[in-house]
């Protein structure tokens, strides 16, 4: 038997590769449960240069493969995020979802930090490549908007604040790079596990978790004007996330993660979307280096990646 989580996308020298980027949130606010089951957001994403490449090659049939450090955590089966988006794509425009799929995995799985959104948006662009079918910028973000709240964005990439569920993007300037250093964690969170929790500990609290008893989530000014003018400091000052204290409760151990990135030098400590990630801002390159090695040194994590952002959104390689 073939290994389906190989080491490369073997037999893919003439396909077509896409690099998509992680997330981290910069802003989190989550409103309300609605009656849907989804809560509103006020979601400021950035794109982090920390990659997986999506690589579709031509195939009688449908294939996905897997390859990197995490790749056995990857779901095999029709509830991979990538295998759903090749298989919208191919019934959007009427045909058979015929593609061999690789994904080269380096961002952390079920992590906080969209790697299976960005393996959707990968998918679509790479298999629109592929099959030339052509779809629009409009119709792609639409079934983006269809496989995950977090995938169009990482299909647009560098800043964008989302609305509605998250999936709602309104593009937003950056100026310079922010150094981010990012603590992976043992295991993953699982969304809709975190969203509970947090309108759990909403109830316990006696505020209420529905739509009537959470103000409506609204950006930060601050946050953007840091965002547009470049300012870390002013970032790090307004940085946020409402889905943090339900991270915690769920993975207390975050905490001790959080607090070694903050006594070695980071301007701002949160976790990452619905964690476990843990996201520290640094003020430069040097301070990020010095953080990745405090963290690592700690034991409290299972690794730490230093990287920069904006990133952009799913570009196609040429490879
Ligand atoms: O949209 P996506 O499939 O990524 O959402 C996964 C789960 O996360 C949803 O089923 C829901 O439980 C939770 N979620 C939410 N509110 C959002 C986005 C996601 O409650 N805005």
Known sequence: ??????????????GLTVRVPAKVNVQLAVGGLRPDGFHGLANVFLAVGLHDEVTASPYEGFRLTVSGTDAEHVPLDESNLATRAARLLAAHHGREPHVRLHIAKDIPVAGGMAGGSADA???????DALWGTRTSRDELLALCAELGSDVPFALVGGAALGQGRGELLTPLETGGTFHWVFALADGGLSTPEVYRECDRLREASGTGAGIDSVPEPRPSERLLDALRTGDAAELAASVSNDLQAAALSLRPSLADTLKTGTAAGASAALVSGSGPTCAFLAADAASAAAIASALEESGHCRAARTTTAPAPGATLTGK
């Open 121 to 127: 948006a990968g998918a679509l662009l790479a298999c």
């Open 1 to 14: 038997m073939r290994d389906e989580r190989g080491t490369g996308p073997q037999g893919a020298a003439d």
